[in-house]
Structures are given as C-alpha cells and as structure tokens.
C-alpha cells in the first residue's frame, strides 16, 4: 500500500492573484459551460488540502469545508491518496472559483461545489488523471456527464487507479464479476441477502483472495475477503449484501438497516492485495 497522505498546507490567493510558478502546469481536455455565471463566493482562501475531493478555505472570513461534486478520491490510507490530494493541491494552489449546483451542503455541513482553477475544471482533471473516480450525488448531477467521459478516457489508458500495477505489482489473476441483482424484491433493507454480486475464477488456478477487497462507489463500503479464502478455477462465490454462514460459493457482507448496491446505478469493483483494480463493473436502473 502506498504511504498515507500528509495534511497540505497551502495559501492560496483568489482568482487573479499572485501563482506560484512551480506549480504543475495542467491542460485542460474539455470546454465546459456551466448552467449559471461562474462565481467566487466571497472573498476565498484555500487554507489546506484535506484528500483528493476536499479542501478547506476561507470565505469571507469564515472557514468552511468544499467538497467536490460528482467525484470520489480515494480515503487517507488508501491506494493513491496521496497522488490524489497532492494533485488537488496543484490544481487549487494559485486562486479557485466555485460553482454550485442543486444542494448548497452535504449532511457534514460542507459546502458542495464544482471547482474551477483558471480554464481548469477541477472535478474532472482529478478524474481524468484517474486519481478519483465520477459518482453520480443526486440531484447534484448537472456535470456528470462530463465526469462520466474523463472516467472513460481515465480508463481505457489505463491512467491512475485504472492501472493495473497503480498500486504493486499486477495480478496475473483471472476473475470477472459475473452476476448483479442491486435490486432484490420488495423493500431491499428487509431482504439483504438477496442483494448480491457473484465473481467468477475464470482461470485456471486455484485463487487465494486473501487480502482482496470488494468495494461500491462510495467512500464507505469495504467488503475484505476472510483469510485463506480460496476461489477454485472455474468457481464462483456469491457476496450477499446480508448475513449468513460463509462458504466456499457463499460470503456475507453482513451490513444491516441499509443496502450498498444503489437500485439506479453503481460500480462493482474488485481490488487485488495491493489495492489495484482487477475489474470493475458498472449497472443502471
């Protein structure tokens, strides 16, 4: 695993000011058009970088949280934190203007925003570079589509997290996720263990998961397969979202009072003991 993220610290002066000529010059891949003038709220100040998709600052006097709209950095510990808050970093070093969208904050009382550095359109460089991933945060969704389209070119060159060896060596594993049922039948807190994904040894080998994670979208669902868990060639093993008595085809996540497949749409993805994507699978409603 990479070493954790440090706590940026920098000064940065409004749209305009001064900029520090050291910092990275980043081009920007698309032309964008918000729905409303691009504003500064207030007099702002970025005071320190918290990961990859928040930031704290200064807005007239006051200090707030930002978090970026439509993206999901990687969590302090996780593989490629690090790049992806010093990318930030970079990015908001020299003066940011800020663009909101439907919600003003998130239940944490931070400001959500679409973030602007000069022509740099902030949430989707970071995506571009594949050091975050595009999730969709309704009804704050008027930039997705654009997000959705660096998270593609991200992927097929293979930038960032969709590296193979982003973070260690590649796995020569073969596996893919080959069955999704996100929405079970009646109401899915009360039916759990039929919300469910199946991966499948598609090798020829024998495969010990030891230390393999599964994980949503979100900065909050982990699933870390048992110890010594070995997935024959050939075999499939099912992950119900509920609990249960694991088994060689069946595991349980054993979340209760709430699903983690989103009905309307969301991301599989299995991650290797190093961290790095093996595959990964989206749905829609």
């Known amino acids: 695993m990479r070493p954790r993220a440090a706590a940026f610290l920098l000064f940065a002066a409004v749209a305009g000011g001064c900029s520090d000529s050291h910092s990275p010059k980043v081009t920007p891949t698309s032309q964008w058009s918000p729905n409303s003038p691009l504003t500064v709220v207030g007099e702002l100040q970025v005071i ?23 993206i999901d950095a990687p969590e302090i510990g996780e593989c490629m934190s690090a790049e992806a808050a010093a990318a930030l970093e970079a990015l908001v070093r020299s003066g940011v203007q800020l663009v909101p969208d439907v919600s003003d904050r998130d239940q944490y009382g931070r400001l959500l925003r679409y973030v602007e550095a000069g022509d740099v359109f902030v949430n989707e460089e970071l995506v571009r570079q594949g050091l975050a991933l595009a999730r969709d945060y309704p009804p704050d969704t008027a930039r997705q589509t654009v997000l959705s389209s660096a998270q593609a070119s991200a992927k097929q060159a293979g930038r960032g997290l969709w590296n193979p060896a982003a973070c260690g060596p590649a796995t020569a594993a073969s596996v893919q996720i080959s069955g999704i049922n996100a929405n079970p039948a009646g109401d899915d807190t009360k039916n759990l263990n039929e919300e469910w994904i199946e991966v499948t040894n598609t090798g020829t080998v024998n495969l010990d998961l030891t230390g393999w994670v599964i994980r949503d979208e979100s900065a909050s669902h982990r699933f870390a397969f048992p110890d010594g868990f070995m997935l024959d060639a050939g075999a499939t093993v099912r992950l119900h979202t509920g609990c249960g008595e694991p088994s060689a085809s069946d595991l349980y996540w054993c979340i209760s009072g709430s699903a983690v497949w989103n009905n309307d749409g969301d991301t599989v993805f299995v991650l290797d003991v190093n961290g790095n994507i093996v595959v990964s699978r989206s749905y829609s409603s």
């Open 48 to 70: 320190k970088v918290i990961d990859g998709d928040t930031f704290e600052a200064t807005i007239d006097g006051v200090k707030e949280r930002v978090r970026l709209i439509g």
